[in-house]
């Protein structure tokens, strides 16, 4: 097999029974069709009420594209999926802006609504705050629900996140109320040692992030 050159390829995350890592074109397009049937306000790809489920799919596969295709230090995308037995169950987002100078990520998610309600969700969630806080040495990590979306604030709510206000977003035309909670590094420790998780494929990348190694490769 060719190793792809792209610095991200043999990034892992393994959590549970569950494998985060960038999916290849097959594994994407399967997402993509899972979620096309489904609008979903707060997710921008799924956002438009008149897309059909090609134009939704299309959109879910651009919108991971760009995250590779616009990748830098300053402003990053880091967009894993989770594997159950080479299975994708859902995506799983990290934002980084400035993160050298601001120690800030933001997360987002979905899984494929077959999945959902099972635990899966959190998973993800500490999977990725892992990463952010253990690995890439985070300081403060954001999120953000609809105030009906229990699913999204029920994961938000098992890792000690504080509320930090609403924020008003023009959403294709319609006004998406969004409640926003932000975690410190000092709260997750308080409570991470619940989930056992390990990374892999990072050594050497961590300038890609704006970030400084925490520990000798
Ligand atoms: C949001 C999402 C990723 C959560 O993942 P999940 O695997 O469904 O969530 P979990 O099973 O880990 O649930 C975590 C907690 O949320 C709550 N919860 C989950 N689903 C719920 C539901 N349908 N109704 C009410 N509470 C729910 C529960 O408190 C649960 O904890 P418990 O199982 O200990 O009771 C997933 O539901 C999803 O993809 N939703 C659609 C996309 C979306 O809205 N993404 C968020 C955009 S902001």
Redesign the pocket.
Known sequence: MIRSPWPLSDLRIAVGRWELRLPDERELGEFARSVAG?Y?A??PAQSKADDSPDERARRVMQDHWRTRSEWSPEFWKLDLFAFEDGRVL?QQRLIGEHFAVLGEVTT????R?D??????????RAAILHLAFEELGALWAN????PG???????T??FGYEPNGHRRMNMHGTVLD?AIFRLSAQRWRDWAAAFDVEVTGLDGLHALFGAKALRPA
């Open positions: 489904e979903n707060s997710v859902g987002g998610s979905v899984l609504p999945r959902r309600g099972a635990g899966i969700g959190t998973a993800m999120t953000g629900a609809e979306n229990a699913a999204s604030l029920g994961v709510a098992k969004t």
